[in-house]
């Protein structure tokens, strides 16, 4: 009770108040639109702007609750599109992963538009494609993946360099890859797509720069990048000794080298014989002479009697050699070379005819039977003609000779 009285007072006096400014404010209202004129007091109009203003407020709420219902509907038409997608997408996800190619790619095709993903829809469906053979289409499905989604161009250049591998289109995945590595110089993918097409068009010298790459990131195990690295220095070395005007570059390409493979036999062997080739006969025998105090091996000392240097220090050098390995046949052989160049013809002999003891060889008795043909000892030099003959036929691959065709 007390409540409504209060409220009756607070409303009469509020009424009295309004009642007052009213009177105190008696403005009006003067709205002229040609010839035609409207005037009402400043408090009616006031009334009535408010009313207008309630009146569009109304209408504009109308209107929003009419065509909410529309948007409505397009969400959730465009949800359901989006699960419809996503299922297919699956689907040729699962295709594509069974091999069933035609249906992986039909399926992510047609899902890609209302995916939330088309990226991975058109990348997939290309591989699809490719699996099939149609390569045209597998690119034009690159391309749309391309336009598909901002940002795509690694993940579709890595596919198509990876597709034109596959082809055995290296020259192209190498150009792609090239590419992608000036923009993405850690990406390990790239990387080990470029090692691939490296291999794949020779290309060694790309392959030893690319390689202390893989190895900083642990993207190749380090027997295989021993491998390759030998592979690619070995490979690099014969295609110097097939220019050997230009011997600086195997030379700079032997400084390059990592240690431990300038301690390997065979590559010792293929630089000393580009250094021969390119007229560095000096440099191959002190490589030759260094390599032998910490390597011995046959092929070494072999090739160290080939060369044309100051054959008496050479001599001097394989004599002490000798007193390490009184019974190595293949020192022997070269001291007996040595001594040839030395014009000592009987020391010679004597190496030759102790290399033989030890082990007899074919090329042994060829140098013998040479030595003394020039001495004028001829059937001493027909007798190792004949031992030469024989040790050397040992070593062929057995055959049907004619003699045995007519003994059948």
């Not at 009535?48 to 309630?54: E, G, K, P, S, Y």
């Amino acid at each position: 009770m007390r409540k409504l009285l209060l409220l009756i007072v607070l409303g009469l006096a509020l009424g009295a108040l309004f009642g007052q400014l009213i009177l105190s404010v008696p403005g009006y209202w003067l709205v002229r639109v040609g010839e035609t004129s409207f005037q009402t007091s400043f408090w009616f109009g006031l009334v009535i702007l408010l009313a207008v203003f309630l009146v569009l407020h109304f209408a504009l709420r109308v209107v929003m609750r009419l065509t909410r219902p529309v948007s409505r509907f397009k969400v959730w038409n465009t949800r359901a599109r989006n699960r419809t997608a996503m299922k297919r997408t699956v689907r040729g996800l699962v295709a594509l992963a069974e091999g069933r190619w035609k249906r992986a790619e039909k399926a992510l095709v047609k899902a890609a538009d209302d995916s939330s993903t088309p990226l991975v829809n058109y990348l997939s469906a290309a591989l699809a494609a490719h699996y099939q053979g149609r390569y045209e289409q597998a690119d034009t499905l690159l391309k749309r993946a391309h336009l598909s989604t901002e940002g795509a161009d690694p993940a579709v250049g890595m596919m198509q360099a990876q597709l034109m591998l596959d082809r055995q289109q290296y020259e192209e995945a190498l150009a792609i890859l090239t590419r992608l590595d000036r923009h993405l110089p850690r990406h390990p993918q790239v990387l080990k797509q470029l090692k691939a097409a490296y291999i794949s068009v020779s290309d060694w010298d790309g392959l030893r720069r690319l390689l202390p790459r893989l190895g900083d990131q642990q993207l190749i195990s380090r027997e295989e990048r021993e491998q390759l690295e030998f592979q690619a220095y070995r490979e690099l070395i014969l295609q110097e000794t097939r220019n050997p005007e230009d011997v600086d570059r195997v030379r700079n390409l032997w400084a390059d080298m990592p240690e431990h493979l300038r301690a390997n036999i065979d590559l010792i062997v293929l630089y000393a014989e580009a250094l021969v080739r390119g007229d560095q006969q000096v440099i191959a025998e002190r490589l030759l002479r260094h390599s032998l105090k910490d390597h011995w091996d046959s092929r070494l000392v072999l090739r160290y009697g080939l060369l044309g240097v100051d054959a008496s220090r050479q001599l001097v050098t394989a004599e002490k050699w000798l007193q390490e390995r009184p019974n190595d046949p293949d020192l022997l052989l070269t001291l007996g070379r040595l001594a040839l160049r030395n014009a000592y013809w009987g020391k010679a002999q004597e190496y030759f005819e102790a290399s033989q003891r030890q082990r007899p060889s074919g090329v042994v008795c060829a140098e013998l039977a040479r030595l003394y043909a020039n001495l004028g000892e001829h059937n001493k030099s027909q007798l190792y003609y004949r031992q030469s003959v024989e040790l050397l036929d040992k070593s062929l691959p057995s055959l049907p000779q004619p003699s045995d065709a007519q003994q059948s």
